[in-house]
Every structure is written in C-alpha cells, then in structure tokens.
Nanobody
Framework: QVQLVESGGGLVQAGGSLRVACAASGRTFINYAMGWFRQAPGKEREFLAAISASGGSVYYADSVKGRFTISRDNAKNTVFLQMNNLKFEDKAVYFC????????????????????WGQGTQVTVSS
C-alpha cells in the first residue's frame, strides 16, 4: 500500500551536515505520521524523530535534539531529516517508516507502531 524510498545518504566529515529524504508512493501519504530510525552494525534499530501527518507535531530522541530536524512536504509525498553537527557515532543505515493509522498511543518511538519501512540509506561520518 505504501512504498518508501530513502535517499541522500553519503560520507560526511564530523561536524558536517546532511539531509536525507524519504519519498512515499500513493495518494495516502498525508494520512500517516512518519518516523526516522537508524541502525548501526551490531546494534538495535534506534528511534530518531517523528512527525505527525499534518506536520504540526514533532518528536525527537534526546540524543538528537538540537542537531536533527524532521520535516515533511505533503505535496511532494516526502519527509526529510536534516542532520547537523554529525558525529562519528551517527554512522548507520537510516530508515524512514510510516506509522500505522491504527496506532492509538501518543508515543511515536516504538518500531511496532510503524507499518511500512523503506530500504534504508547509508550515512558514514569520517573524522
């Protein structure tokens, strides 16, 4: 029902910035809250940020507050994650996901609340 494709990953020096994007297919994109997650080798997938369907509310993991910004352009069916002041430990595969419309909690950080996932885009941070 929903196809998600991430893009914009690459190699960045520590302290630099990068913006990753997630393009969604279909005309139902505006019905979904969206989230960004990442996973480094040997680690669990980690919640980073989420945005409500309208874009009126945003949520961030404490570890990225002040550095990362999530936004969406519903006219283009795209959600973005602007990443500033990147650190070596930010190196990971970054995934976007669409939150289930059946989710009833006010918590947006749980993987189990997301129904559709992209393939991921690699972000590498060098020293």
């Amino acid at each position: 029902q929903v196809q998600l494709v991430e893009s914009g990953g690459g190699l960045v020096q520590a302290g630099g910035s990068l913006r990753v994007a997630c393009a969604a297919s279909g005309r139902t994109f505006i019905n979904y809250a969206m989230g960004w997650f990442r996973q480094a080798p040997g680690k669990e997938r980690e919640f980073l940020a989420a945005i409500s369907a309208s874009g009126g509310s945003v949520y961030y993991a404490d570890s990225v507050k002040g550095r990362f910004t999530i936004s969406r352009d519903n006219a283009k069916n795209t959600v973005f994650l602007q990443m500033n002041n990147l650190k070596f430990e930010d190196k990971a595969v970054y995934f976007c996901a669409a939150r289930s419309t059946l989710a009833s909690s006010r918590t947006f950080s749980r993987e189990s609340e997301y129904a559709y996932w992209g393939q991921g885009t690699q972000v590498t941070v060098s020293s």
